[in-house]
């Protein structure tokens, strides 16, 4: 659940079953128009429950355009998205209490505390909850374990963007999601705090069985933290493999591969003709 999903609609229904199917995620020929540019060309992705995938790409690539989507942000152009077995940009808040996504572009109530936002959506979401849902995970647990117990008295208009992106997280984590979708999450962080990003995630993943998404620009990321990398290039899912296996199965290319990561990186023209 996002945070503007939470405080624009009801939660009216938020205990259905978890759906047995292997595939969480199923995306099948995804293309996304924006105008006359085409961001994301016939992306094939298919996520197994308790999976973390790292979307590796430069900027521009079709990486925060392909969590919208997932997140029920925004609508494809055509093709085939499947969350739970649904289709995310008409779902209902069942389906979204489910899903914990942490996107790029929210700053809104800036006036609350850091604690008393969380303890007022852990209260308002236990009070609606029906009974095959799971309690809302403790105020206090979640913000030790974004490292934010030092900051739960400040408000969320004072937090530099390294501390909005935790707080973002422990949001995301208040309803006990079985997916996460986390757009460039470590992008603000220092190396300690990415550090400890890291672990957050693979306990979420080992010891939670959650399912994890994530975008990153950073080849040693997404190798440190993944099950499997999918490479996006131009809108296109290039190749999904381990890891380790990103230098051995990444198709022939002009440019170096570090290079096409990098800021200097010029995409080609995805426009109609």
């Not at 199917?21 to 293309?31: E, I, M, N, S, T």
């Not at 460039?184 to 890291?198: I, N, S, V, W, Y």
């Not at 993943?205 to 950073?218: F, S």
Request: proline share 5%; glycine share 10%; aromatic share 8%.
């Amino acid at each position: 659940m996002t945070i503007s999903g939470f405080f624009s609609s009801e939660l009216k229904s938020v205990g259905e079953a978890a759906e047995p199917a292997r595939a969480v995620v199923f995306v099948q020929g995804l293309h996304k128009w924006h105008g006359m540019f085409e961001s994301l060309r016939g992306v094939d992705l298919e996520v197994t429950r308790g999976e973390v995938v790292v979307i590796l790409g430069p900027d521009g690539a079709g990486k925060t355009t392909l969590m919208e989507i997932l997140g029920g942000v925004r609508t494809p152009s055509s093709g085939v998205v499947k969350v739970f077995g649904e289709d995310p940009s008409c779902a209902g808040e069942a389906w979204h209490a489910r899903t914990g996504t942490v996107l790029q572009m929210w700053r809104e109530n800036s006036g609350w505390r850091v604690r008393d936002l969380l303890e007022y959506c852990a209260a308002r979401y236990a009070s609606i909850r029906t009974p095959g849902c799971p309690q809302p995970r403790p105020v206090g647990d979640v913000l030790e374990l974004v490292r934010m117990t030092g900051s739960a008295v400040k408000r969320l208009g004072a937090l530099h963007d390294g501390q909005r992106r935790r707080f973002d997280i422990a949001f995301s984590l208040i309803t006990r999601p079985e997916i996460l979708l986390l757009d460039e999450p470590t992008k603000d962080l220092g190396p300690a705090a990415r550090g400890e990003f890291h672990e957050v995630i693979r306990y979420l993943a080992t010891g939670e069985g959650m399912t994890i998404i994530l975008t990153t620009r950073d080849l040693a990321e997404a190798q440190r933290i993944g099950d499997r990398v999918a490479v996006l290039m131009q809108g296109r899912l290039v190749t999904q493999c381990a890891p380790a296996e990103v230098w051995m199965r990444y198709p022939g290319t002009p440019c170096d591969f570090r290079d096409l990561l990098g800021h200097n990186w010029k995409e080609q023209p995805r426009w109609r003709s």
